[in-house]
C-alpha cells in the first residue's frame, strides 16, 4: 500500500518509532562510566542527552495540552533513564494512537497553561526529528568511547528512508 493511501495517524506513528527505536540501540551495553561522561565542562554527554531529550518531549506534552506521565528529571542508572524515555514515549504514542481521525491528528490543541496552541502530528514529527539530531550526537560519543561499538546505522538508514518515503510519497 502506497503512503498516500495509508492515514496520517499511521504516517507518524511509523516516523516516530524509525526516529526512536535506534536511541536504546546506543544504550543498550553502555557502561555507567560512559553514560555518564561529558566530553568537555558544560557539554552533554549521552546520560545529559537522554534526559534532555524527555525533558524536551515532557514540554512539547504540555504544549499540546496533554498532561505528561513523568516529571522526574535527575540522574540515575542507565536503565532507569531508558525507563523515563521509554515512559513518555509511549505516552506520545498513545496519544497519536488515540486520536479518532487524520482530523484530529492536525487539529490545533491548547497548552496545559493556555497560553499557546500546536498541532499533535506536526510536533510529534519535530520529536522524531529532535530525536534524530541526537542519534548523531550519541552516536558520536560512543565510538568515541567504545571504537568496537557498532553504531546503529542500519536503523539511522532505516528511519530516513521512512521519513523520506512518506514525505517524497505526498507528492504523487
Same mark, same amino acid.
Given at each position: 500500500?502506497?503512503?498516500s493511501?495509508?492515514?496520517?495517524?499511521?504516517?507518524?506513528?511509523e516516523?516516530?518509532? &524509525? =526516529?526512536?527505536?535506534?536511541?536504546? #540501540?546506543? /544504550? !543498550? @551495553?553502555?557502561?555507567?562510566?560512559?553514560?555518564?561522561?561529558?566530553?568537555?565542562?558544560?557539554?552533554?554527554?549521552?546520560?545529559?542527552?537522554?534526559?534532555?531529550?524527555?525533558?524536551?518531549?515532557?514540554?512539547?506534552?504540555?504544549?499540546?495540552?496533554?498532561?505528561?506521565?513523568?516529571?522526574?528529571?535527575?540522574?540515575?542508572?542507565?536503565?532507569?533513564?531508558?525507563?523515563?524515555?521509554?515512559?513518555?514515549q509511549?505516552?506520545?504514542?498513545?496519544?497519536?494512537?488515540?486520536?479518532?481521525?487524520? &482530523? =484530529?491528528?492536525?487539529?490545533?490543541? #491548547?497548552? /496545559? !497553561? @493556555?497560553?499557546?496552541?500546536?498541532?499533535?502530528?506536526?510536533?510529534?514529527?519535530?520529536?522524531?526529528?529532535?530525536?534524530?539530531?541526537?542519534?548523531?550526537?550519541?552516536?558520536?560519543?560512543?565510538?568515541?568511547?567504545?571504537?568496537?561499538?557498532?553504531?546503529?546505522?542500519?536503523a539511522?538508514?532505516?528511519?530516513?528512508?521512512?521519513?523520506?518515503?512518506?514525505?517524497?510519497?505526498?507528492?504523487?
Amino acid at each position: 500500500m502506497s503512503n498516500s493511501h495509508r492515514t496520517r495517524i499511521a504516517r507518524t506513528v511509523e516516523i516516530f518509532e &524509525a =526516529a526512536r527505536r535506534p536511541l536504546f #540501540t546506543v /544504550l !543498550d @551495553g553502555i557502561a555507567q562510566e560512559d553514560f555518564d561522561w561529558n566530553p568537555a565542562p558544560g557539554s552533554r554527554g549521552i546520560g545529559k542527552m537522554c534526559r534532555h531529550m524527555y525533558r524536551v518531549d515532557v514540554w512539547f506534552l504540555k504544549r499540546l495540552g496533554i498532561e505528561p506521565v513523568i516529571s522526574h528529571d535527575a540522574p540515575g542508572p542507565v536503565d532507569e533513564v531508558a525507563g523515563r524515555m521509554r515512559t513518555i514515549q509511549k505516552q506520545i504514542l498513545a496519544e497519536v494512537e488515540g486520536c479518532e481521525s487524520d &482530523a =484530529a491528528l492536525m487539529a490545533e490543541r #491548547t497548552s /496545559l !497553561d @493556555g497560553k499557546t496552541g500546536a498541532r499533535l502530528g506536526v510536533d510529534v514529527v519535530h520529536i522524531a526529528q529532535h530525536y534524530l539530531y541526537h542519534l548523531a550526537q550519541m552516536t558520536y560519543l560512543r565510538r568515541i568511547r567504545d571504537r568496537a561499538w557498532a553504531a546503529p546505522l542500519d536503523a539511522w538508514e532505516h528511519a530516513t528512508h521512512v521519513i523520506g518515503d512518506i514525505v517524497l510519497e505526498q507528492g504523487r
